[in-house]
């Protein structure tokens, strides 16, 4: 997926390139600049004394000496200061000039900090925003892979409205089922028995099943072996394909394909298997996501996930949580990453 949002220390991370962010002097002088500096090495300190000084907003590359990585990306973030003094075009300009130096020289595969969140005071709810709407709009036009790097659960709120939604929503229509963020499977076994659809004769060939003794309970009359035989062929009945389920979705919004899978955060190389490989079925993420660029309804996307063998349920809170965004068209995916991180639930891209 073209933006991961992930949990690690960055000068393990083994891509192209990472970003750390420093000063103007370059001199590492804490948080993940120190980091990066100790990891690095003596060399690195050398080396960035010939480039100093780096302007507020901009970038520079460096070799990335003993760290995993080919290269450092440099860029000089601004200090927080309530908002009104341009933080917000330096921060933009900040992960745009990164990704710019990575572009030319052929990096594939990069990891950015939350810059200017740690000691220069930018809020991080704000910094994630703005890095995720920036490296977004940059993925549309350019094939790369994109590790956001955050720390903690702070980091990761975009929105307390879909929160308290979201709790409001799992109150008023699982209170029952739910505690703590876990099924509750207390529930009798007459109450099974009233909620599942009414079977017959499971037991042996002699009317015995469970039901069929059960008081009060009124079974449909016995039909073993009385039932018409079906030839396997008249038995299966194949839906469409996931894929051209998809292609007649994404016609009839009227967008291009590459809109439809930049959007839903799906790379290149999965959406040429997708549209290839006649074998190839995407893992339910996948296409939940598509279901989400796509806009869909909370029905149409089931009919959709039904295609590949998936199902929305009531009986996971994952589920639970894309029910509600669906139903509330929120359409933003990593604003659903951040409710499914929120919970404690495997979000659609991280490896939280």
């Given at each position: 997926?073209?933006?991961?949002?992930?949990?690690?220390?960055?000068?393990?991370?083994?891509?192209?390139a990472?970003?750390?962010?420093?000063?103007?002097?370059?001199?590492?002088?804490?948080?993940?600049?120190?980091?990066?500096?100790?990891?690095?090495?003596?060399?690195?300190?050398?080396?960035?004394?010939?480039?100093?000084?780096?302007?507020?907003?901009?970038?520079?590359?460096?070799?990335?000496?003993?760290?995993?990585?080919?290269?450092?990306?440099?860029?000089?973030?601004?200090?927080?200061?309530?908002?009104?003094?341009?933080e917000?075009?330096?921060?933009?300009?900040?992960?745009?000039?990164?990704l710019?130096?990575?572009?030319?020289?052929?990096?594939?595969?990069?990891?950015?900090?939350?810059?200017?969140?740690?000691?220069?005071?930018?809020?991080k709810?704000?910094?994630?925003?703005?890095?995720?709407?920036t490296i977004?709009?940059?993925?549309?036009?350019?094939?790369?892979?994109?590790?956001?790097?955050?720390?903690?659960?702070?980091?990761?709120e975009?929105?307390?409205?879909?929160?308290?939604?979201?709790?409001?929503?799992?109150?008023?229509?699982?209170?029952?089922?739910?505690?703590?963020?876990?099924f509750?499977?207390?529930?009798?076994?007459?109450?099974?028995?009233?909620?599942?659809?009414?079977?017959?004769?499971?037991?042996?060939?002699?009317?015995?099943?469970?039901?069929?003794?059960?008081?009060?309970?009124?079974?449909a009359?016995?039909t073993?072996?009385?039932?018409?035989?079906?030839?396997?062929?008249?038995?299966?009945?194949?839906?469409?394909?996931?894929?051209?389920?998809?292609?007649?979705?994404?016609?009839?919004?009227?967008?291009?394909?590459?809109?439809?899978?930049?959007?839903?955060?799906?790379?290149?190389?999965?959406?040429?298997?997708?549209?290839?490989?006649?074998?190839?079925?995407?893992?339910?993420?996948?296409?939940?996501?598509?279901?989400?660029?796509?806009?869909?309804s909370?029905?149409?996307?089931?009919?959709?996930?039904?295609?590949?063998?998936?199902?929305?349920?009531d009986?996971?809170?994952?589920?639970?949580?894309?029910?509600?965004?669906?139903?509330?068209?929120?359409?933003?995916?990593?604003?659903?990453?951040?409710?499914?991180f929120?919970?404690?639930?495997?979000?659609?891209?991280?490896?939280?």
């Open positions: 997926m073209p933006l991961q949002i992930i949990r690690q220390d960055i000068t393990k991370m083994q891509v192209d990472i970003v750390n962010t420093t000063n103007e002097e370059m001199i590492g002088y804490s948080g993940v600049d120190l980091a990066v500096h100790t990891a690095a090495g003596p060399e690195l300190d050398e080396f960035c004394r010939e480039l100093t000084p780096l302007s507020l907003g901009k970038a520079k590359i460096t070799p990335a000496f003993n760290l995993p990585c080919k290269y450092i990306i440099h860029t000089s973030g601004p200090v927080w200061e309530g908002g009104n003094s341009g917000t075009e330096l921060l933009i300009s900040c992960y745009n000039e990164c710019k130096l990575a572009k030319e020289n052929k990096c594939e595969t990069v990891a950015f900090p939350l810059i200017s969140s740690g000691t220069y005071g930018y809020p709810d704000k910094v994630l925003k703005i890095a995720i709407n977004s709009t940059f993925l549309f036009d350019n094939e790369m892979t994109v590790y956001l790097l955050v720390y903690d659960e702070k980091s990761y975009l929105s307390e409205k879909l929160f308290s939604g979201i709790e409001s929503y799992i109150d008023d229509n699982y209170a029952e089922r739910y505690s703590g963020g876990f509750n499977a207390s529930f009798s076994r007459e109450k099974r028995f009233d909620t599942e659809i009414q079977y017959n004769c499971a037991m042996s060939d002699e009317c015995m099943s469970a039901p069929c003794i059960e008081e009060n309970y009124a079974p009359p016995c073993v072996g009385n039932a018409p035989k079906q030839s396997l062929e008249d038995f299966i009945k194949i839906d469409e394909s996931f894929a051209l389920k998809l292609i007649k979705l994404i016609d009839a919004k009227g967008i291009s394909d590459v809109e439809c899978y930049k959007k839903a955060n799906v790379s290149k190389q999965t959406w040429h298997k997708l549209m290839t490989d006649k074998h190839y079925k995407p893992n339910k993420k996948t296409a939940i996501s598509f279901a989400v660029a796509l806009e869909l909370l029905d149409e996307t089931q009919n959709l996930l039904s295609s590949v063998g998936f199902i929305l349920s009986s996971s809170l994952f589920d639970v949580i894309i029910k509600y965004c669906l139903e509330n068209e929120i359409y933003d995916v990593f604003e659903i990453d951040s409710a499914l929120k919970y404690d639930q495997e979000t659609l891209f991280s490896t939280i």
